[in-house]
C-alpha cells in the first residue's frame, strides 16, 4: 500500500515550523479536524479515526511538539486506547498498523515492544516510548491539500450530479410516460442513488442530453428557420452576431453585444462552429450553477439565452444566487412584465 508520502504531488511536502531545536507545535484537534476531512481518500474507517482521537486525547498538551517526548508521543496501553474508543483490544492493533501503514504514526519501540514513560523528580516525562503522532504536524500542509482537492472533487461530483437530474427532469417534460427509454431510465435511477464517479455521471449526462436533441429535432416546428447566427467560426476576430425572429424580431449589433457582454463575448470569440459555440454556452451556465433553469432559459430561443446568460457573467461577482437569478429574469421575459432591451443597459434590474 502506498504511503500519503508517495501519494501527493510534487511541492506538496510539509515544511517545519521552528520551536526550539528543530520542532514542530500545531493544535492536535486541528490535526485531527484535517484527517477527518481526508478520510474518504485515505480509506479510512470510522474506527480509525475514533482511535487516533483516543490517542490525541492522551496528550496532556494542545500543541503536538517535536521538543518533548509527552508533546507527541502516547504511551498509553492497547487497553486503555480500546477502553476509551470503546473498542476491542484485537481492534485496536489492527487499525494501529493501518494508520502506521499510511504514513500518520511512527513507533518508538522499546526493548521489550512496551510502551512507557520516564519521568523526572517533579513528575514531568524526559523519555517515552510508544506511538509518534508528530507525522500529523510533520506533513500538516501536505494533509491540507489533500483536503482542499478532495472538496474540490466532492463539488465537481455534487454539480454533475444536479445537472443530470435538472436533464432527466427536461427530458421527462418532453416525453409522456409511454415514450420513456426504461434503459436510460433505470441507469439514471441507479447512479444517481449511488456515489458514482465523474466519467459516469458525465457519460449520463452526455445521453440524456443526447435524447433531448433527438427530441427537439423531431419536433415539427423548423427551429433553424429562426435560429440566430453566431458567426464566430467565419472570422474569430470580430464578436458573434446573434439573430432570432419569432413573434417579435429581435435584432442586435455587434457593437452592442460587444458593450453588453465583454465577458460572454471573450469566451465565445473563437468558437470553431454555432454547435461548439452552444457547447461553451453550456459548460458556462455549468459554472453558475443554473441547473435545470438553463434549459428552461435555451426554450425562450438561442438569442435570449445569449443575451441572459452574458447579462449574468457580467454582474457574476455581485449576484449570491445566479439560479434564482436568471430563473427570474426568464420568468419576467416570458410574460412581458420585462423588455429584453433592458438586458443590454448597464443598470442592474431590479
Known amino acids: 500500500m502506498r504511503t500519503i508520502q508517495g501519494m501527493a504531488p510534487a511541492g506538496a511536502r510539509s515544511s517545519r515550523k521552528a520551536t526550539g531545536q528543530g520542532g514542530i507545535a500545531e493544535n492536535k484537534w486541528q490535526l485531527l479536524k484535517v484527517i477527518e476531512d481526508i478520510r474518504e481518500p485515505l480509506g479510512l474507517k470510522g474506527t480509525s479515526i475514533s482511535l ?60 521489550n515492544g512496551k510502551r512507557w514513560a520516564r519521568r523526572d523528580r517533579q513528575g514531568s516525562v524526559v ?33 454533475l450530479r444536479d445537472m443530470c437530474s435538472a436533464a432527466l427532469s427536461n427530458l421527462k417534460a418532453r416525453l409522456s410516460g409511454a415514450n420513456w427509454d426504461e434503459g436510460l431510465l433505470s441507469k439514471a435511477r441507479n447512479l444517481l442513488r449511488r456515489q458514482p464517479d465523474k466519467h459516469a455521471l458525465s457519460d449520463l449526462l452526455d445521453e440524456i442530453t443526447v435524447e433531448i436533441s433527438k427530441i427537439t429535432c423531431s419536433e415539427p416546428e423548423d427551429l433553424r428557420a429562426t435560429a440566430p447566427e ?13 439573430k432570432e425572429e419569432t413573434s417579435f424580431q429581435i435584432e442586435v449589433s455587434q ?35 443554473l441547473g435545470n433553469t438553463w434549459f428552461s432559459i435555451k426554450d425562450l430561443g438561442p438569442a435570449l439565452s445569449f443575451m441572459i446568460l452574458g447579462y449574468l457573467l457580467e454582474r457574476t461577482d455581485t449576484i449570491s444566487n445566479h439560479r434564482g437569478y436568471a430563473f427570474k429574469i426568464a420568468q419576467d421575459i416570458s410574460n412581458k412584465s420585462l423588455d429584453w432591451r433592458t438586458l443590454l443597459k448597464k443598470p442592474r434590474l431590479s
Open 52 to 111: 487516533l482521537r483516543a490517542m490525541i486525547s492522551f496528550l496532556r498538551v494542545d500543541q503536538v511538539d517535536a521538543t518533548r517526548d509527552d508533546r507527541h508521543i502516547c504511551f498509553a496501553s492497547n487497553a486503555s486506547l480500546a477502553k476509551r474508543a470503546h473498542v476491542s483490544i484485537q481492534t485496536v492493533e489492527r487499525h494501529i498498523a493501518k494508520l502506521v501503514s499510511l504514513g500518520l504514526l511512527t513507533r518508538r519501540s522499546s526493548g
Open 127 to 159: 523519555l517515552a516510548t510508544g506511538l509518534s503522532l508528530l507525522p500529523l504536524a510533520e506533513r500538516h500542509p501536505e494533509f491540507l491539500r489533500m483536503a482542499q482537492d478532495h472538496q474540490d472533487h466532492q463539488n465537481e461530483l455534487g454539480r
Open 230 to 242: 453566431i458567426e464566430g467560426h467565419k472570422e474569430t476576430s470580430k464578436i458573434q452576431y446573434v
Open 255 to 289: 457593437e452592442e453585444m460587444e458593450r453588453a457582454y465583454p465577458r460572454l463575448c471573450a469566451e465565445l470569440r473563437f468558437a470553431k462552429n454555432q454547435e461548439d459555440c452552444r457547447r461553451l454556452m453550456d459548460d458556462i451556465a455549468g459554472y453558475l450553477n
